[in-house]
């Protein structure tokens, strides 16, 4: 089985205390829940780690390559793994993110990256994933990073609308029970619509699921919307 483990954590921007400054507080659990699903990556010894999330396009990044926080307001670089010559600042957020998340465990396990356009279509997304989970070798963790939707309430990203916390639950559920099959089933019209930036990347972690194959069990860690997006955390592993 090279598909070991999954984690699944958001990626906003605020969750690098630097940026929240004195809110940094308010994401404290957020963290510790993203921290422990890391952990919980890491403990089923993956021989790589392989960050999926959203982006402009599908597209695999290289192991020296880095993203920058800088257009949020922290002048810092964010490696994904090895520094040198070959590398460009080339990561969109939500991996930038998930290599702020993976670098605050001190692991030295390698790791790669791939993006996923945002308009993916779910078969596109099952067959990226599928791709990650039928390789027999090396042992492999997914770490994959998206949002929820971004219309809970009036002062959310995307105003208020009265599907969102329905499609969020859902989502939730999924999570928390390892249901490739539902998250598969995620439109992508009514996600774009929530303004969902983890529909794509959630899909591709079934699909890598599925290709594997197997029992999976869930955990779901984490499930807030502080600022009106939803942040969901959870765990993956075969049962």
């Avoid at 490739?180 to 699909?207: F, I, M, N, T």
């Avoid at 594997?212 to 779901?220: I, N, S, V």
Wanted: with cysteine; aromatic share 6%; charged share 20%.
């Amino acid at each position: 089985m090279p598909l070991v483990a999954a984690a699944v954590c958001p990626h906003p921007p605020l969750i690098v205390p630097e940026l929240a400054g004195a809110a940094a507080p308010e994401l404290d659990e957020l963290r510790a829940a993203c921290d422990a699903a890391v952990a919980g990556l890491l403990a089923a010894e993956p021989e790589v780690v392989v960050l999926v999330g959203g982006g402009p396009e599908t597209t695999r990044f290289n192991a020296a390559d880095h993203g920058s926080l800088r257009s949020y307001g922290l002048d810092r670089q964010v490696r994904l793994w090895k520094v040198n010559c070959a590398g460009g600042e080339r990561l969109p957020l939500s991996l930038t993110i998930g290599a702020w998340l993976l670098g605050r465990s001190r692991t030295e396990t390698p790791r790669l990256a791939r993006s996923v356009a945002a308009d993916a279509s779910p078969a596109q997304c099952a067959e990226l994933g599928a791709a990650l989970g039928a390789a027999t070798e090396p042992r492999t963790a997914l770490l994959v990073t998206g949002d929820g939707s971004a219309c809970r309430g009036p002062k959310s990203p995307g105003y208020d609308d009265p599907r969102a916390e329905a499609y969020d639950d859902g989502v939730a559920r999924a999570l928390a029970d390892a249901d490739a099959e539902a998250l598969l089933d995620l439109d992508p019209a009514l996600s774009a619509q929530l303004k969902v930036a983890g529909r794509a990347p959630w899909q591709v972690l079934a699909g890598a699921v599925r290709a594997t194959g197997g029992d999976w069990r869930g955990e779901l860690r984490h499930y807030s919307a502080p600022y009106g997006v939803a942040y969901l955390v959870s765990s993956w592993a075969p049962a």
